[in-house]
Nanobody, 122 residues
């Protein structure tokens, strides 16, 4: 069992930055692939970024490449999403997720956080 709690969302102007955190409980955190998804009003949830259990492999959605960076600290049971040069279209609820790579990349993970709102004003 893994419980995930996101934080760090908020309101920011276009071009600004935010760093999201996802704190995980459970002794097996370091064995999970971790990911971030987002869901904007009226839209389906979409993949944002993911990171392997070791942190040695990451993947970003094309829409955030060059702007968002995912990282993790297994000693702190925490995964981060650094978001730079934010755009109004990045406005969404951001969710943290954990599971094996196949489930994370497909969005079918068993473990999800409650989400944190990110709002980017123009």
């Amino acid at each position: 069992q893994v419980q995930l709690v996101e934080s760090g969302g908020g309101l920011v102007q276009a071009g600004g930055s935010l760093r999201l955190s996802c704190a995980a409980s459970g002794r097996t955190f370091s064995s999970y692939t971790m990911g971030w998804f987002r869901q904007a009003p009226g839209k389906e949830r979409e993949f944002v970024a993911a990171i392997s259990w070791s942190g040695g492999s990451t993947r970003n959605a094309d829409s955030v490449k060059g702007r968002f960076t995912i990282s993790r600290d297994n000693a702190k049971n925490t995964v981060y999403l650094q978001m730079n040069n934010l755009k109004p279209e990045d406005t969404a609820v951001y969710y943290c997720t954990a599971d094996n790579p196949l489930k994370v990349y497909s969005g079918r993970s068993d473990y999800w956080g409650q989400g944190t709102q990110v709002t980017v004003s123009s």
